[in-house]
Every structure is written in structure tokens, then in C-alpha cells.
């Protein structure tokens, strides 16, 4: 089985909830997905998707199982420190917006379905430094906490425009601000973008975003600001139609949505067809300053693809070439990197 | 939980569920149950929880099997209720273990007869071959090379109960990581928090 071949049967499965009729799955596609499922975070929807099958009690899918357990008790231990974390902060006079993480995990069907682990809070570059302190308070400290010092991927927006966008979710019995869904959708689309597709259950959010609009969902405002931006969020639902079944018959966005440039459904199956380890999990690249063992691999791995090439260089999504991208991507990165070499080296040695 | 046993059979024991530091979600056919002080999760299944729901701290053991007999399964004996609270000792969910007489699975399940079917069972939740979202869970690690850890699965490597207690390292759910520590969705840091610097390093306790 070719990658993308591996990434079509992931969508296959993810996409299962929208489509009618039983998955049809042999035990030797189970076998090739779940490892994938597994490893990108997968594993929950992928059990809540076979376990009406035959393969339910294979043992595989008796390990998709465990993960969705394991799962629902990952979520409910961390609700309960996201509730803690707004407290805290709440009585500090703090008031951050939360985004992707529980935000989207609590529509789907059931949250222990997409795992996540780190909260992540998103404030104004203003008042970073005062989170920054309060989260460092004593009871603070065990808090696995993503603070975000604006919000990279709204940042065509002002803050004061979030705020106002956004809305309360309660949470044992404290609340807790998150972003407008027009504009928590948006951020979950060029996160996904941002970070070159990895993870499917990312564009499963979107789905399930999508899937879940209220009849009010403000797609004026949604498409508003940098309308670049715009069109890369339009092409992301418009994958997540594609490649998971979404309807998106009748939003205001389908004409575009059906009409991506060719690039993007090969680009994403083959991404998750490879299962690569999301940025954030890499070794860092200043490791290899004192150990250069496994550079090269490493600068392989790091090689964009032409998602995140395209969208880190601000390009259009059309039909041509990508290389051009992924090259101007690649020096983009290399230069950030050399900016901190001094600081890498003084500090490695 | 304390540290006194209830001896089994006498009229008087009347085994109470622990309730703190336990995170419990119910689901349609079982229960799973976090321990916040071990990181030890556990799957029950439906007869299990029955049982557990059952230990208030007032009814005996033969009260909890006369209702459990009439709940859902009118063969329910007394042994297969002791069946049941010996795993949940096992697995600390009670908040004073009950002292039960060993017998294998196998004399029970004859025990039980056609009741078998619905035997308690309560399982550790553990993925074995998963690489991510929590799934290395229990395994054995070893903090090493420039990165600080070097764990089976590529997750946190840390010891139980605090970073700093001579237990052995294993993964964990939740880790606590000192600085300069590449960290993750279930990583801890010591000193600070989990931030990402300039691409295209990765996220790093400060």
C-alpha cells in the first residue's frame, strides 16, 4: 500500500461517521490504519468507528478501544484543570480565550473522542507577561498550559474584535471564555494549514465544526480580514468535504470549497499516509549542534511539505507548482534559525 | 485509602467505595476510573461497577448480592460479590480493602454457573503499541541523551508520585519535565510552562 493509498484509508475511516451504511473495513486495512490512528491521535474515532463492524473484537481494535478509554479519562481530568486555570486566572483579573483543544473536543459526539492535552490560551502581547507570572504562582505550575501570546493565526483581527466575537462555555461550574465559533473556526483551519495537515483528527475538527454550525454562524464576519487567509480557510472545509464527506451544500463558501487546487487532496493523503511526527514532537534542531548524528534525516524530516510551505509563505492556493513555495519556506526557516544560532551555540556549549 | 483491611464473611463488613482523588466517566456498558495518585487508570465493567456502586459503607456483602441477585442476576451468590470486591481492593477503589480468600477465576466462573456471563471484571487501561496520546503509559524509561529523556514511545519519562521520589522512571500520563526540556501535550514542566520559540524548534519547558 502507497502512502497515499494509507492516507485514503485513514479518510476512509475518519469519514465513516458522515457517510451512511457500515464502514466497510478488512481485517488487513485495520491492520495498515491502526498504527496511524494510533500514533496521530486517531485511535478514539477510529474504535467509535468500527465498533458497530465485525472487527470489533479483533485485537487491534481492542487497542483502538483502550486509547478511546484512556482518552475519555484524559479529557476528564483535564476539564477539571481548565476549570481550575480559569479560576485562577479569573481571580487575577485574567481573562484569556481558550481555543481548539476542549473547545472543539466538547462537539463531538462524546470529548473522549479527540484527545488533546496542553490548554491553550490565547492573550493579548500586552498582558502576556502578567499570565506568564500567574502561571507560575505555586498550584499553577502543574498546569499544562500553551500560552499564546496573541493569536498568530487571527492576527488580521484585532484582539478586542475576539473578544467581542467571543462567548462563555461552562465548565464544572466555571466559565470559561472561548472564541466566537466563526472565528474559532477559522483558527482551526489555518492551524491546520500552519502546522502542513499532520494530524487527520485535525481536519476532523473541521468536519465536526462544520458539521455542528448554528443557522446563525456569520459567514461575512468569517470571511472578513486578510482575504487570503479567507481562501485558505474555504479551501480547508472544502478538503474536509472532499476527503471526510462534509456537506457544505448550500454554504455561501461551496462553489469555492468544491474547487481546490489539485495540490491539496494528493499533499494531505500522502502527509498522513507518512504519519509523521508533528513539529512539535521533533527533536530540536539545536540537538544537533552538539551530536550532528541524524542531521540529515532530520532536515529531511523537516522538508515542507507544500501545505505548510504555501500557507508559511503567504502564497495563494492555485494550481501552480508548489516547489517554489516549499524552497522560499525552506530559507524562511533557515534564516529564523540562523538569527538564533549565537543564543543556541552559547547555549549548548 | 486507609491503611485497615475488612476481614471477609462476618456479618458486619460493609465495604465503602473511595471516592477521592478518583476521576470516574461512565459509559454505557462500563466504567473507568483514573486514579489521580497513582496515574493508574482502570476499565469496569458493568457487574463491577454495580458492585462498587453498591459499597456505601452501609450495606453488607450480603446485602449488596440480595440486590444485586434481584438487579441482574438472580444467581448472584455471595462468592461472586466477593469475586468482585476482590478486585476492587486489588485495584484500591475501596477505601479499606477487604481481606477475601483466594480462589482461582476458574472456581469461581463454576461457581457461578450461568451467571458467569456477567462475571465483574475490572481492567488497566493500557495501549500497548501506541507511539502517542498518552499510550506508553507504565512502561519502563530512562532519562537520556541531550533531550533530557528517552522514553519507548517518545513520551515523558518520569518517576511515580513526584519527579523527585526514588521510584522507578516510567511513562506517564502527566510528567513533570525541568527546563529546557522539549515538552508536549502531556508534559509538565517544573519551572514554567510548556512555550513554543521561533520556528522551527519545538515546544520547550522554559
Same mark, same amino acid.
Given at each position: 500500500m502507497t502512502k497515499t493509498q494509507l492516507g485514503q484509508l485513514i479518510a476512509r475511516i475518519i469519514a465513516a461517521e458522515w457517510h451512511a451504511g457500515a464502514l466497510a473495513l478488512s481485517a488487513e486495512e485495520l491492520a495498515q490504519a491502526a498504527p496511524l490512528l494510533l500514533n496521530l491521535g486517531g485511535a478514539a474515532w477510529g474504535w467509535r468507528q468500527i465498533r458497530n463492524t465485525n472487527l470489533k473484537d479483533t485485537p487491534l481494535a481492542h487497542e483502538l478501544q483502550q486509547a478511546y478509554r484512556l482518552h475519555t479519562l484524559h479529557v476528564a481530568v483535564k476539564e477539571m484543570e481548565i476549570a481550575q486555570v480559569f479560576a485562577h486566572l479569573r481571580s487575577q483579573g485574567l481573562e484569556p480565550l481558550m481555543g481548539k483543544g476542549w473547545v472543539i473536543a466538547r462537539q463531538y459526539p462524546e470529548p473522549g473522542l479527540r484527545p488533546f492535552g496542553d490548554i491553550d490560551l490565547y492573550v493579548r502581547t500586552e498582558e502576556f507577561a502578567r499570565y506568564k507570572n500567574a502561571l507560575q504562582q505555586p498550584g499553577a505550575k502543574s498546569w499544562v498550559v500553551d500560552l499564546h501570546n496573541g493569536a498568530a493565526e487571527l492576527n488580521d483581527r484585532s484582539f478586542d474584535d475576539l473578544y467581542a466575537h467571543s462567548r462563555?462555555?461552562?465548565?464544572?461550574?466555571?466559565?470559561?471564555?472561548?472564541?466566537? =465559533?466563526?472565528?474559532? =473556526?477559522?483558527?482551526?483551519? =489555518?492551524?491546520?494549514?500552519r502546522e502542513g495537515a499532520m494530524r487527520p483528527l485535525w481536519l476532523c475538527d473541521i468536519a465536526v465544526a462544520v458539521n455542528t454550525l448554528p443557522a446563525d454562524f456569520d459567514w461575512d464576519y468569517f470571511l472578513s480580514a486578510d482575504q487570503r487567509r479567507a481562501d485558505w480557510t474555504i479551501c480547508t472545509i472544502g478538503l474536509a468535504h472532499h476527503l471526510l464527506g462534509v456537506r457544505i451544500e448550500g454554504l455561501p463558501i461551496a462553489r469555492r470549497a468544491m474547487n481546490l487546487p489539485r495540490w491539496l487532496v494528493p499533499t494531505t493523503l500522502k502527509v498522513w499516509g507518512e504519519g509523521k511526527v508533528p513539529h512539535g514532537r521533533r527533536k530540536l534542531m539545536a540537538a544537533f549542534l552538539r551530536n550532528p548524528a541524524g542531521v540529515v534525516a532530520a532536515l529531511r524530516e523537516r522538508w515542507p511539505n507544500a501545505i505548510e510551505a504555501t500557507v508559511g509563505t503567504k502564497g495563494p492556493f492555485n494550481n501552480w507548482p508548489r516547489l517554489p513555495f516549499q524552497l522560499g519556506e525552506c530559507i524562511l526557516r533557515t534564516t529564523a534559525f540562523a538569527r538564533q544560532m549565537p543564543k543556541l551555540i552559547s547555549k549548548s556549549s | 485509602m486507609s491503611g485497615q483491611s475488612l476481614p471477609i464473611g462476618?456479618?458486619?463488613? @460493609?465495604? @465503602?467505595? @473511595?471516592?477521592?482523588?478518583?476521576?470516574?466517566?461512565?459509559?454505557? !456498558?462500563?466504567?473507568?476510573?483514573? !486514579?489521580?495518585?497513582?496515574?493508574?487508570a482502570c476499565c469496569l465493567n458493568k457487574s463491577a461497577a454495580m458492585v462498587w456502586k453498591h459499597c456505601d459503607g452501609q450495606l453488607t456483602i450480603s446485602e449488596i448480592q440480595q440486590l444485586l441477585s434481584r438487579e441482574l442476576h438472580p444467581e448472584i451468590d455471595e462468592d461472586w460479590v466477593c469475586q468482585a470486591l476482590r478486585q476492587l481492593s486489588q485495584k484500591n477503589l475501596l477505601e479499606a480493602p477487604v481481606l477475601i480468600e483466594k480462589f482461582s477465576r476458574r472456581q469461581a466462573m463454576r461457581k457461578l454457573g450461568r451467571a458467569a456471563v456477567l462475571a465483574p471484571l475490572i481492567t488497566a487501561i493500557i495501549v500497548p503499541t501506541a507511539q502517542a496520546g498518552n499510550t506508553c503509559v507504565g512502561q519502563a524509561c530512562s532519562p537520556s541523551g541531550i533531550n533530557g529523556v528517552d522514553c519507548p514511545c517518545t513520551r515523558c519519562c518520569g518517576r511515580e508520585g513526584s519527579p523527585t521520589s526514588s521510584a522507578p522512571r516510567v511513562c506517564q500520563l502527566f510528567q513533570a519535565l525541568p527546563p529546557t526540556n522539549p515538552c508536549n501535550a502531556d508534559c509538565m514542566c517544573l519551572s514554567d510552562n510548556c512555550i513554543r520559540p521561533p520556528d522551527p524548534n519545538p515546544w520547550t519547558c522554559a
Amino acid at each position: 500500500m502507497t502512502k497515499t493509498q494509507l492516507g485514503q484509508l485513514i479518510a476512509r475511516i475518519i469519514a465513516a461517521e458522515w457517510h451512511a451504511g457500515a464502514l466497510a473495513l478488512s481485517a488487513e486495512e485495520l491492520a495498515q490504519a491502526a498504527p496511524l490512528l494510533l500514533n496521530l491521535g486517531g485511535a478514539a474515532w477510529g474504535w467509535r468507528q468500527i465498533r458497530n463492524t465485525n472487527l470489533k473484537d479483533t485485537p487491534l481494535a481492542h487497542e483502538l478501544q483502550q486509547a478511546y478509554r484512556l482518552h475519555t479519562l484524559h479529557v476528564a481530568v483535564k476539564e477539571m484543570e481548565i476549570a481550575q486555570v480559569f479560576a485562577h486566572l479569573r481571580s487575577q483579573g485574567l481573562e484569556p480565550l481558550m481555543g481548539k483543544g476542549w473547545v472543539i473536543a466538547r462537539q463531538y459526539p462524546e470529548p473522549g473522542l479527540r484527545p488533546f492535552g496542553d490548554i491553550d490560551l490565547y492573550v493579548r502581547t500586552e498582558e502576556f507577561a502578567r499570565y506568564k507570572n500567574a502561571l507560575q504562582q505555586p498550584g499553577a505550575k502543574s498546569w499544562v498550559v500553551d500560552l499564546h501570546n496573541g493569536a498568530a493565526e487571527l492576527n488580521d483581527r484585532s484582539f478586542d474584535d475576539l473578544y467581542a466575537h467571543s462567548r462563555m462555555l461552562t465548565l464544572n461550574g466555571v466559565s470559561v471564555r472561548t472564541f466566537g =465559533l466563526e472565528d474559532h =473556526l477559522r483558527l482551526l483551519c =489555518l492551524h491546520f494549514l500552519r502546522e502542513g495537515a499532520m494530524r487527520p483528527l485535525w481536519l476532523c475538527d473541521i468536519a465536526v465544526a462544520v458539521n455542528t454550525l448554528p443557522a446563525d454562524f456569520d459567514w461575512d464576519y468569517f470571511l472578513s480580514a486578510d482575504q487570503r487567509r479567507a481562501d485558505w480557510t474555504i479551501c480547508t472545509i472544502g478538503l474536509a468535504h472532499h476527503l471526510l464527506g462534509v456537506r457544505i451544500e448550500g454554504l455561501p463558501i461551496a462553489r469555492r470549497a468544491m474547487n481546490l487546487p489539485r495540490w491539496l487532496v494528493p499533499t494531505t493523503l500522502k502527509v498522513w499516509g507518512e504519519g509523521k511526527v508533528p513539529h512539535g514532537r521533533r527533536k530540536l534542531m539545536a540537538a544537533f549542534l552538539r551530536n550532528p548524528a541524524g542531521v540529515v534525516a532530520a532536515l529531511r524530516e523537516r522538508w515542507p511539505n507544500a501545505i505548510e510551505a504555501t500557507v508559511g509563505t503567504k502564497g495563494p492556493f492555485n494550481n501552480w507548482p508548489r516547489l517554489p513555495f516549499q524552497l522560499g519556506e525552506c530559507i524562511l526557516r533557515t534564516t529564523a534559525f540562523a538569527r538564533q544560532m549565537p543564543k543556541l551555540i552559547s547555549k549548548s556549549s | 485509602m486507609s491503611g485497615q483491611s475488612l476481614p471477609i464473611g462476618g456479618v458486619d463488613v @460493609r465495604p @465503602r467505595a @473511595r471516592t477521592n482523588d478518583l476521576v470516574i466517566r461512565e459509559l454505557p !456498558d462500563e466504567e473507568l476510573v483514573y !486514579d489521580l495518585k497513582t496515574h493508574n487508570a482502570c476499565c469496569l465493567n458493568k457487574s463491577a461497577a454495580m458492585v462498587w456502586k453498591h459499597c456505601d459503607g452501609q450495606l453488607t456483602i450480603s446485602e449488596i448480592q440480595q440486590l444485586l441477585s434481584r438487579e441482574l442476576h438472580p444467581e448472584i451468590d455471595e462468592d461472586w460479590v466477593c469475586q468482585a470486591l476482590r478486585q476492587l481492593s486489588q485495584k484500591n477503589l475501596l477505601e479499606a480493602p477487604v481481606l477475601i480468600e483466594k480462589f482461582s477465576r476458574r472456581q469461581a466462573m463454576r461457581k457461578l454457573g450461568r451467571a458467569a456471563v456477567l462475571a465483574p471484571l475490572i481492567t488497566a487501561i493500557i495501549v500497548p503499541t501506541a507511539q502517542a496520546g498518552n499510550t506508553c503509559v507504565g512502561q519502563a524509561c530512562s532519562p537520556s541523551g541531550i533531550n533530557g529523556v528517552d522514553c519507548p514511545c517518545t513520551r515523558c519519562c518520569g518517576r511515580e508520585g513526584s519527579p523527585t521520589s526514588s521510584a522507578p522512571r516510567v511513562c506517564q500520563l502527566f510528567q513533570a519535565l525541568p527546563p529546557t526540556n522539549p515538552c508536549n501535550a502531556d508534559c509538565m514542566c517544573l519551572s514554567d510552562n510548556c512555550i513554543r520559540p521561533p520556528d522551527p524548534n519545538p515546544w520547550t519547558c522554559a
